[in-house]
């Protein structure tokens, strides 16, 4: 959820919380308790949704960080080992081959990153014999080709995280703009006759019909508004 839709979910709970509270006041507005049940309704679905959208997202994550960052270091161990090996027998077009910045394989997308690690791995296959004494085995080479296929072959299962993050957030926004519409067009007007009929429940409901800016920036982190 961004921050518009945090702080008006925020509000929505708040104001199902008020009502819950004074249930048994206001279980004799049977219209009122409609208005409750729809938005406790809503707000469960929203939450689920918020679930659904945040397990995407560290799906996404996960299977880009765990796998990428223990494949960047078997790539730089390979490649540092294959122009150790070039410059010492002189030879320029490994050395060039195997020549590999940190901040070039971060900028790389991700089936570009994929072609990068490749062409170590080809560059170090021929000799992966011989770079021994700098600290790489021949399995190692073979296994910079396993995990470097691995990671491409996970391309489609983070797309499908993303599918359902995206999705999950559009329904989001759906769910959000229904709350917000039952408690503006519905609830309000009929808790309005309470501003004399019981002030004192009025005043909490105002409070918790607040909208509390709680992911704005520091100047604005105590402001309010009202949806």
Do not use: C
Not at 39 to 65: M, Y
Not at 157 to 164: K, T
Not at 170 to 195: A, G, R, Y
């Amino acid at each position: 959820m961004n921050r518009k839709e945090i702080n008006l979910f925020n509000m929505s709970r708040a104001t199902e919380q008020l009502i819950e509270n004074n249930y048994e006041t206001l279980k004799a507005y049977p219209p009122v308790i409609d208005s409750y049940n729809r938005i406790k309704s809503l707000n469960v679905l929203i939450d689920e949704l918020h679930k659904k959208q945040s397990v995407g997202t560290k799906v996404k994550s996960e299977l880009k960080s765990i796998e990428k960052d223990e494949l960047d270091v078997l790539t730089f161990k390979i490649a540092d080992a294959t122009k150790a090996y070039a410059v010492s027998i002189n030879n320029t077009e490994l050395k060039i081959l195997a020549t590999l910045e940190k901040s070039t394989l971060q900028r790389l997308r991700q089936i570009n990153y994929y072609v990068k690690i490749q062409a170590i791995y080809n560059a170090a296959l021929p000799v992966a014999d011989k770079l021994a004494m700098w600290g790489v085995t021949p399995e190692d080479v073979e296994l910079l080709n396993t995990k470097s296929i691995s990671y491409k072959s996970r391309t489609p299962e983070i797309r499908n995280s993303m599918a359902v993050t995206k999705q999950a957030s559009t329904d989001i926004k759906s769910q959000i703009m229904k709350v917000k519409d039952e408690i503006q067009n519905t609830l309000d007007p009929l808790m309005k006759p309470f501003s004399t009929l019981q002030p004192t429940l009025y005043g909490q409901y105002q409070n918790a019909r607040k909208i509390v800016e709680t992911a704005a920036s520091q100047a604005k982190k105590n402001g309010e508004t009202s949806a």
